[in-house]
């Protein structure tokens, strides 16, 4: 939604019997979170930690649960730090681990940032490996984006609301709109807590709509389902590799569609969520490729797709 200096994260650096796994979560401020908060959180029970077995990482993040309410960041950032752990012991990759094929990975796809008329064109123009752009909306400015990134290319659009259409005429005015400009689906069109407004809404407009904000654990699914017709799925909303897999597997169940989403965030944490991607329809995993000094290396894109790096755990080099 906005151009910055800087972003700050949270990555774990957990070392035992020789091995170090990474691990990284994004604090997101929808939810109260902040990184200074996520270190004090992982302070605070580090003793504890330090006596904890990495190779009962179930046990370990259900004490986590116990110890340390919220801080999905930190949760996270733990999480996968200990999965790139047991992934270079056993000497294996993350999805291999998981019973997964590298080859299923989708196509993800890549955001367009709010701007200017003239600034979209350019990003447009500078995305042209990407087969699949994501459109940032849900302000003012809504057509004038629209408008810009149509001057300039036919591609496939997905758009994210952020939560930014308030009133249920808003939201189904805009959909309305977006079912004309060759648009896939839409992100989180009315805010989280707005599930009347968004089931009145979809019931009104042929748009596939997605649930962000709204979708945060497992147990935040059910409700959704006979309102949106899938979900966004975040290691850093909802705290690792676990809870996303249960997220996958409980909207699966309940028939709605899967997409892996992120936060801006290095290779660590872009590449811990590439390698949970053969189970779902839809990536939208850029947040490393919209950083300019990215510290490591790890899942690349070609055409859009996602390729896993095959070293063991998620295969995250130093840049
Ligand atoms: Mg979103």
Redesign the pocket.
């Known amino acids: 939604m906005a151009t910055t200096d800087y972003r700050q994260t949270v990555v774990i650096q957990l070392t035992r019997d020789g091995v170090t796994g990474i691990g990284e979560g994004v604090p997101i401020s929808r939810y109260q979170e902040s990184p200074h908060a996520a270190l004090q959180a992982i302070d605070a029970i580090h003793t504890w930690l330090e006596g904890v077995d990495p190779w009962q990482f179930r046990k370990v993040m259900a004490g986590v649960a116990e110890r340390m309410p919220g801080q999905f960041a930190a949760k996270a950032a733990l999480d996968t730090a200990m999965y790139d752990w047991v992934g270079k012991q056993v000497q294996a990759p993350v999805y291999r681990l998981l019973g997964l094929d590298p080859q299923d990975t989708p196509v993800t796809s890549f955001s367009i940032g709010v701007d200017e008329p003239g600034p979209t064109r350019q990003k447009v123009m500078e995305a042209e490996a990407f087969p699949i752009l994501k459109l940032k909306m849900g302000l003012t400015s809504d057509e004038m984006t629209m408008a810009a990134v149509r001057d300039v290319t036919q591609k496939r659009l997905r758009v994210?609301a952020?939560e930014g259409w308030k009133t249920r005429d808003l939201a189904l005015q805009k959909l309305r709109w977006l079912e004309g400009h060759g648009v896939e689906f839409v992100?989180?069109p009315m805010p989280a807590e707005m599930i009347e407004e968004t089931r009145w809404v979809r019931a009104r407009v042929n748009l596939p709509i997605f649930a962000?904000?709204a979708a945060v654990s497992a147990e935040s699914i059910p409700k959704l389902v006979g309102v949106y017709d899938g979900v966004?799925i975040s290691i850093d909303k909802c705290g690792g590799i676990q809870e996303a897999l249960r997220m996958i597997h409980v909207a699966k169940a309940l028939g709605l569609k899967t997409m892996l989403?992120c936060m801006v965030a290095t290779s660590v944490n872009i590449t811990a969520a590439a390698h949970l991607s053969p189970l779902v329809d839809y990536a939208d995993l850029d947040g490393n490729l919209l950083v300019t000094n990215d510290p490591y290396r790890g899942v690349t894109v070609d055409h859009g797709k996602l390729v896993l790096p095959k070293g063991p755990g998620f295969g995250v080099t130093p840049a």
């Open positions: 994210d952020n992100e989180q962000d904000e966004n989403g």
